[in-house]
């Protein structure tokens, strides 16, 4: 009886070690930051890239998307060369093509956006070469893979042939929105209504990954290797590295985006084929009353959306 009770007592500290281990194991995440470079926020700063100082002050793996269209965005091409040759050219930076001129694939169809895929890669393969960076990561303008599931399959089987590897994302936190709204204050020169906004977008991003730890950890029973996607834009270089403290906060540990494509989670079917760019971790549910379920239960974006709103109606 008492040999009994004492194993009884053994599996019971297993079972909450194992529970204690499950809830506190160290999440992972890489970093993706889209629309690389932004030459207009660099020629108003005096053609210094102050996102990428921050980001060598954080000193993580980073992964970007580039639109080469950009260098030619203003008129200092020679000095926005350069600024895609210094991103590159870190040791820390993996290297990714956004197309050239940042395309919607289900309006601009095949053939346009596959020309747009090829004008995209041809400065960024040459410097890519130089500092020994195979070029095998390509994400879509606006995370849209296709109208329906013609154009998905069309699109992947082309992108396989030119060696890309379709970069998916679990975790945005829609910093392009908070951004424009954190430009205007700072334009009008109201810091502290900027800095509010800012303040907001960190704390919405970490109930964001909140948010997809919790459907990862329901649906997987285990933390998964998440890919976080945000923008080169200004929120992000004072914002940025408050998101990667406060994760770190929360025993996040950060990756490149090679390590996170290990994950088996990354070799599911997409199974969603419109052209919306919702996260991986819906894209795989097979049913969408499950997925339209748990959008519904993500934090609330209202307030950004409404301020947006009316700035644009301005």
Same mark, same amino acid.
């Given at each position: 009886?008492?040999c009994k009770?004492?194993?009884k007592?053994?599996?019971?500290i297993?079972?909450?070690?194992?529970?204690?281990?499950?809830v506190?194991?160290?999440?992972?995440?890489?970093?993706?930051?889209?629309d690389?470079?932004?030459?207009?926020?660099?020629?108003?700063?005096?053609?210094?890239?102050?996102?990428?100082k921050?980001l060598?002050?954080?000193?993580?793996?980073?992964?970007?998307?580039?639109?080469?269209?950009?260098?030619?965005n203003?008129?200092?091409?020679?000095?926005?060369?350069?600024?895609? =040759?210094?991103?590159?050219?870190?040791?820390?930076?993996?290297?990714?093509?956004? &197309?050239?001129s940042?395309?919607r %694939?289900? @309006? +601009?169809?095949?053939?346009?956006?596959?020309?747009?895929?090829?004008k995209?890669e041809?400065?960024?393969?040459?410097l890519s070469?130089?500092?020994?960076?195979?070029?095998?990561?390509?994400?879509?303008?606006f995370n849209?893979?296709?109208?329906?599931?013609?154009?998905?399959?069309?699109?992947q089987?082309?992108?396989?042939?030119?060696?890309y590897?379709?970069?998916?994302?679990?975790?945005?936190?829609?910093?392009?929105?908070y951004?424009?709204?954190?430009e205007?204050?700072?334009?009008?020169n109201? =810091?502290a209504?900027?800095?509010?906004?800012g303040?907001?977008?960190?704390?919405? &991003?970490?109930?964001?990954?909140? %948010?997809? @730890? +919790?459907?990862?950890?329901q649906?997987?029973?285990r933390?998964?290797?998440?890919?976080?996607?945000?923008?080169d834009?200004?929120l992000?270089?004072?914002?940025?590295?408050?998101?990667?403290?406060?994760?770190?906060?929360n025993?996040?540990?950060?990756?490149s985006l090679?390590?996170?494509l290990?994950?088996?989670?990354?070799?599911?079917?997409?199974l969603?084929?419109?052209?919306?760019?919702?996260?991986?971790?819906?894209?795989?549910?097979?049913?969408?009353?499950?997925?339209?379920?748990l959008m519904?239960k993500?934090?609330?974006?209202?307030?950004?959306?409404?301020?947006?709103?009316q700035?644009?109606?301005?």
């Amino acid at each position: 009886m008492v040999c009994k009770l004492f194993l009884k007592y053994l599996l019971l500290i297993a079972f909450s070690v194992i529970t204690v281990n499950q809830v506190s194991g160290q999440s992972q995440v890489a970093i993706t930051i889209d629309d690389v470079p932004n030459t207009k926020i660099f020629q108003a700063d005096k053609f210094q890239s102050l996102l990428l100082k921050t980001l060598d002050s954080v000193n993580i793996p980073i992964t970007i998307f580039i639109n080469e269209e950009k260098l030619v965005n203003t008129d200092n091409v020679a000095k926005n060369t350069r600024l895609l =040759k210094n991103w590159i050219k870190r040791k820390y930076i993996t290297v990714g093509n956004h &197309t050239y001129s940042h395309s919607r %694939y289900s @309006e +601009a169809g095949f053939e346009s956006f596959t020309k747009d895929i090829e004008k995209g890669e041809v400065l960024t393969k040459k410097l890519s070469k130089k500092y020994g960076k195979p070029l095998k990561y390509f994400r879509f303008p606006f995370n849209d893979l296709g109208k329906d599931s013609l154009q998905h399959a069309k699109i992947q089987e082309h992108l396989l042939r030119k060696g890309y590897c379709v970069t998916p994302f679990t975790v945005e936190s829609i910093d392009w929105m908070y951004n424009a709204v954190y430009e205007y204050y700072l334009q009008k020169n109201d =810091k502290a209504n900027a800095e509010e906004i800012g303040e907001k977008y960190v704390a919405k &991003t970490i109930e964001y990954f909140n %948010y997809f @730890e +919790a459907v990862a950890m329901q649906k997987y029973n285990r933390p998964i290797k998440h890919i976080y996607l945000c923008h080169d834009n200004a929120l992000n270089i004072v914002f940025l590295p408050e998101i990667v403290s406060r994760l770190r906060k929360n025993n996040y540990t950060f990756i490149s985006l090679d390590d996170a494509l290990q994950d088996d989670v990354y070799k599911q079917k997409d199974l969603y084929y419109k052209k919306w760019g919702i996260s991986w971790i819906y894209r795989w549910m097979k049913s969408q009353e499950e997925r339209i379920g748990l959008m519904k239960k993500e934090p609330s974006t209202e307030d950004i959306e409404g301020l947006y709103g009316q700035l644009i109606q301005k």
